[in-house]
Nanobody, 128 residues
């Protein structure tokens, strides 16, 4: 079992920025973590959870069309942490944001990720 903990969610004004982080809380072999694809999903009440950004084991990012050019995903293998820098935030970005991990990390994209592990989420609220 892999436990993921998100942080960084806050209430901000439209046009503002936030940086979300997700770390693995268990002691995990660095090579095992490095082999995983990591992603961020978001969900609003009454809607399906949607993929926002994914970074594969080789560091290649993919994004949903709704955030492309505004969000940037990155990872730090040494600290087993994945970040998502969110700029030019819009009220439509308001959601609970979840971190996810897919052990099948090679060439994993926003379309192909199938998470095995999930965090509990961090709330992002963007006001107009």
């Amino acid at each position: 079992q892999v436990h993921l903990v998100e942080s960084g969610g806050e209430s901000v004004q439209a046009g503002g920025s936030l940086k979300l982080s997700c770390r693995v809380t268990d002691s995990m072999d660095v090579d095992t973590y490095a082999s995983m694809a990591m992603g961020w999903f978001r969900q609003v009440p009454g809607k399906e959870r949607e993929g926002v950004a994914v970074i594969d084991r080789d560091g290649n990012p993919t994004y949903s069309d709704s955030v492309k050019g505004r969000f940037r995903i990155s990872r730090d293998i040494s600290t087993q942490t994945v970040h998502m820098q969110m700029d030019s935030l819009e009220p439509e970005d308001t959601a609970m944001y979840y971190c996810a991990a897919d052990p099948r990390g090679r060439r994993t994209t926003i379309q192909s990720i199938r998470p095995t592990y999930w965090g509990r989420g961090t709330q992002v609220t963007v006001s107009s």
